[in-house]
Nanobody, 122 residues
Framework: VQLQASGGGLVQAGGSLRLSCTASGSKLDVYAIGWYRQAPGTGREGVSCIGSGDGTTYYSDSVQGRFTISRDDAKNMVYLQMNSLKPEDTAVYYC????????????????RGQGTLVTVSS
């Protein structure tokens, strides 16, 4: 499964961006999809995930209430709407096929796409 994240860019604090994740040659509807981010010099953080057809979603405490994950299986897309962005949200974001738990978050990453850089200026 070849995943591709897009939609990153430079935005001022308080602004919004919408990231998209799609797959080449594969249907995403059978996969739970997660969004990770990694800032320079820091470890990877699983910020959000969405299940496959079961309504499961998860948000890390750092993005809860500001980010919204959704999927459009007809378009083979998963989205991460990011509002009220903060400088600490600056990172490379990438999507992956994972196991999504509403309690424990993201696990068992299998396929990962190229990331997209989000930069939030203060």
């Amino acid at each position: 499964v070849q995943l591709q994240a897009s939609g990153g860019g430079l935005v001022q604090a308080g602004g919004s961006l919408r990231l998209s994740c799609t797959a080449s040659g594969s249907k995403l509807d059978v996969y739970a999809i997660g969004w990770y981010r990694q800032a320079p010099g820091t470890g990877r953080e699983g910020v959000s995930c969405i299940g496959s057809g079961d309504g499961t979603t998860y948000y890390s405490d750092s993005v809860q209430g500001r980010f919204t994950i959704s999927r459009d299986d007809a378009k083979n897309m998963v989205y991460l709407q990011m509002n009220s962005l903060k400088p600490e949200d600056t990172a490379v974001y990438y999507c992956a096929t994972i196991i999504c738990s509403s309690i424990y978050g993201l696990g068992n990453e299998e396929y990962r796409g190229q990331g997209t850089l989000v930069t939030v200026s203060s």
